[in-house]
């Protein structure tokens, strides 16, 4: 039996509001489950640890370790307390323990580390004591800090650390990423799409209405600003193809009240702020909408950094993605994307564009990206190569 010990911060939205968390990752859960379910089908169990937290509020609230059962994953837990530094401990400590003990199972284990986090520095110490398989999932490259700062120190002490202690090499979210470390062996995952339910909800593009999704966080170095930009000269300029478009915004971020005060516009694009979603009120929201934006600015801070998961998410929905050429964007999508070439407003109107007045070709690039990342992400090869790299042959 292999067994897959996924150490992270995933949360379902049950845990999230029960603990009255505002700070997590909807996407990297998500992708986290997406991967557990795909090792799944390659005869992993996998099991995911979690320390369940988010910024503590000072409120003295506390929350027991929980077991959930999470789209068929199991999912454990870690105390919760919104006390600051006490909480911070007992993540630190509860998710070693627990790891400790669920090292105890039989079978062939191997930890994956999401990330080289704080959090995770004790379990990954007791995982190498244990003499278990240790590999770093690196999702989040860093932002160089200026050298000899505290906070440099602190990239440089957990890269030392995390690299030094993971014996089975390294999951990179991009081939950027491997810059950023030294580890050997490697293997690019850009994460998991199921397309099989996409021939069952047909989208209709011939209906003059095109809706368009910009989510998770809605902030400047993510495009929203360029996106605000965009709309206003729209209804500014009173362009009659934009009429035909309905951008719908979720997530959170600092953006978010300025798109507030786009909606209800009498003319032009029409916008709709939905703010914090449910797992499945965002899918449903994915059932409705043409096209995905994934606009991270292409000479931003965080171009290289990692690689957008919602491209696969929603190329693998069956949407048409509009998208900077960040990452390894284009080595996933190639053909089946629309690609927005600069961070100023009108080449992102010009894609618009594009996808307003040919809705036709815009349908077809759009399949043309879905086909692309069932070929790389498809949930039954993608298991397979995983487990093949997180349990690899003897020698």
């Known amino acids: 039996m292999r067994r897959l010990l996924y150490i992270c911060n995933a949360l379902d939205d049950e845990t999230r509001l029960q603990r009255g968390i505002h700070t997590d990752s909807p996407a990297a859960s998500r992708k986290i489950l997406a991967t557990c379910a795909a090792l799944r089908n390659a005869g992993v169990r996998a099991t995911v640890l979690s320390t369940g937290r988010g910024r503590a509020d000072s409120s003295w609230r506390y929350f027991p370790a929980a077991v959930r059962r999470v789209q068929g994953m199991p999912v454990i837990y870690m105390p919760f307390t919104h006390v600051r530094i006490v909480s911070e401990l007992i993540s630190l400590f509860a998710l070693a323990w627990f790891a400790f003990k669920l090292n105890r199972r039989k079978g062939e284990k191997t930890f994956l580390f999401y990330n080289r986090t704080v959090a995770y520095t004790a379990t990954i110490m007791v995982a190498a004591l244990l003499h278990v398989r240790r590999v770093l999932d690196l999702e989040d490259g ?61 989208r209709d593009w011939r209906s003059g209405r095109i ?39 979720s997530g959170k971020g600092d953006c978010i009240d300025a798109f507030r005060r786009l909606e209800g516009g009498r003319s032009g694009p029409q916008v709709h702020v939905m703010g914090r979603l449910t797992d499945d009120e965002y899918d449903r929201l994915l059932q409705r909408c043409h096209v995905g934006l994934a606009l991270k600015q292409n000479r931003g801070a965080l ?48 894609a618009l564009r594009q996808v307003a007045e040919a809705p036709v070709r815009a349908e077809q690039i759009a399949e043309i990206g879905t086909a692309e990342v069932a070929r790389l992400c498809d949930v039954r090869e993608a298991g397979r190569t995983l487990a093949e790299f997180l349990f690899p042959a003897p020698r």
């Not at 081939?175 to 069952?200: E, K, N």
């Not at 170095?221 to 009173?238: F, N, P, Q, S, V």
């Open 211 to 249: 809706n368009l999704l910009l989510g998770g966080t809605v902030a400047e170095d993510t495009g929203a600003k360029g996106l605000i930009e965009a709309i206003e000269r729209l209804r500014d300029d009173a362009v009659i193809w934009g009429e035909k478009l309905t951008f719908f915004i």
């Open 303 to 350: 171009a290289d950094t990692t690689f957008p998961s919602k491209v696969v998410e929603m190329a693998g929905a069956g949407l048409l993605v509009v998208t900077t050429r960040i990452s390894d964007v284009d080595k996933v999508l190639r053909d089946g994307a629309i690609y927005v070439e600069s961070d100023d407003s009108g080449a992102l109107l010009d």
């Open 142 to 202: 860093y932002i160089r800090p200026p050298r000899w700062t505290p906070a440099w120190g602190l990239t440089c002490l957990k890269a030392w650390l995390f690299d030094g202690l993971s014996n089975g090499g390294v999951l990179l979210a991009n081939s950027a990423l491997g810059q950023q470390t030294a580890l050997q062996p490697r293997l690019c995952f850009y994460g998991v799409a199921d397309v099989a339910d996409i021939a069952a909800q047909p």
